[in-house]
Every structure is written in C-alpha cells, then in structure tokens.
C-alpha cells in the first residue's frame, strides 16, 4: 500500500516534468518560428484584413487609415479622414500603430502572395502615374510636400513638374522642375477618387 503511493507520486511528477518540458519545447518553437517572419508577411495579413492602422514617418508624423495593397516595397493605404490613397515606401515606415488583436492577428501565418502587384516596385508604380499624368502630392522625409505631375521615373529617382495641387499640368503653370531621389520619399499622396 505504501508503494502504492509512492509510485503515484513519482508518475505524477514525471508526467508534471514531461508537460513542462513539452510546453518549454512548444514555447521555443513559437520563437523561432516569430523569428522567421518578414515584415512583409505581417502586412500581407493587415492589408488583407484591411487593418486600420497608424504608420509613423520621420518625425513621428502619422499617416492613420487601412491598408489596401502590399507592392514589393511600398504599402498603399486609404488615409482617414478624407481617404486619399498614399503610397508609402517601406524605408518611410518607422512603426506601425494597431490594437493589440491586429498586432497578434498579423502574426498568423499566410500563404506567400503570388499576386503580381506584390512584385511591383516602387518605381513601377510612379512610372504608370507619369504614363497616366496623375496630379500628385509628395511628402518628403522631412515632411516637405511638392504637389505636381510625374513627368519620369528612373530607377531610382523621378522628375517632378510642380504645380498647384488640383490644377492640370500645363507649360505655363509649371512653376518648378526637380529631381526627386526615391530615398527621400516618405508618401506619395493620391487624388480623392
């Protein structure tokens, strides 16, 4: 009878060791599997959850709204409150703001995109604007904004025709042209559509 027990004792911490290693194994590899996720991958998952989110820029300026599409190194988001669209590049985003069920949701596995816009760079997209002679508004890293129509886009730069926002680029009303490095581009501002 006295055995009995002991032996019951001892198979209840064995089993009790048993679960704390399993947990510990279980809680190391959700670690290691957190720590193969891409930045990427968690906004492929609040662009298709179309998350109300708040990306910083430089000089903690906040950009607030939902993110509708992912390029290969842009995130375009429909800006509160007047939702205009604003591409941003990746480099511009020094954080991104969210409720706490979002930011656990964004780590849920999702299948890899094999959507062609997702490979779409940067340059693409500013190259199909100039194609389109959309009006557009730049904000730079130190917040300044150009309102103009993209004339080129090179590889890694664009030529900007400045103008007053809202107005048709025409010859005599473009007051400025300039070069402007893609690196220095904190949001491309969209017109209301």
Not at 62 to 74: M, S
Not at 115 to 138: C, H, K, N, Q, Y
Not at 151 to 161: C, E, P, S, T, V
Request: hydrophobic share 45%.
């Amino acid at each position: 009878m006295h055995w009995d027990g002991l032996f019951e004792d001892l198979e209840g911490q064995l089993a009790s060791e048993w679960e704390a290693e399993r947990a510990a194994l279980d809680a190391e590899s959700e670690r290691l599997r957190i720590s193969r996720i891409e930045l990427r991958a968690r906004l492929r998952a609040l662009a298709i959850a179309s998350a109300d989110v708040a990306l910083e820029l430089p000089g903690g300026r906040l950009l607030t709204g939902q993110i509708v599409e992912l390029g290969a190194d842009w995130v375009a988001v429909n800006a509160h409150p007047h939702l205009r669209e604003s591409l941003v590049p990746l480099h511009a985003v020094r954080s991104i703001r969210m409720d706490h069920g979002m930011l656990l949701a964004s780590l849920e596995p999702t299948l890899p995109s094999s959507e062609l816009r997702e490979r779409m760079s940067l340059g693409f997209v500013l190259r199909d604007l100039a194609r389109r002679r959309v009006p557009v508004t730049i904000e730079d890293l130190d917040a300044s904004r150009r309102h103009g129509t993209i004339d080129r886009a090179g590889a890694d730069h664009l030529d900007l025709a400045v103008h007053d926002a809202g107005a048709p680029r025409r010859a005599q009303d473009v007051r400025a042209h300039v070069m402007i490095a893609f690196s220095s581009i904190a949001r491309v501002e969209l017109p209301q559509s």
